[in-house]
């Protein structure tokens, strides 16, 4: 069992290939994750409240067979929202 890359509780993830990961987290929800995207947040962490984020993408609608996918095109959203 890895870290959540949002709220860094442990969470099951798949490797999916080009660097992106499938997470499964009891904190965040099911969401899939770009290498990009999870290291900007890295980078990021700090200034992030994360407990709202993580509520952010819990509740965000799901892409993909209700997956929610996050990338770097659509990371500064979901933390502009967590605010």
Not at 20 to 41: E, N, V, Y
Not at 42 to 63: C, I, M
Not at 69 to 75: D, E
């Amino acid at each position: 069992m890895d870290n959540c890359p949002i709220c860094q509780k442990p969470a099951d993830s798949t490797f999916l290939g080009d660097h992106d990961h499938r997470w499964w987290c009891a904190q965040c929800g099911k969401f899939i994750i770009s290498g990009t995207a999870a290291q900007l947040l890295e980078n990021q962490r700090a200034t992030l409240d994360v407990g709202k984020l993580s509520q952010v993408v819990r509740q965000h609608p799901r892409d993909t067979e209700d997956w929610m996918c996050i990338t770097s095109y659509n990371l500064n959203e979901l933390i502009a929202a967590a605010g």
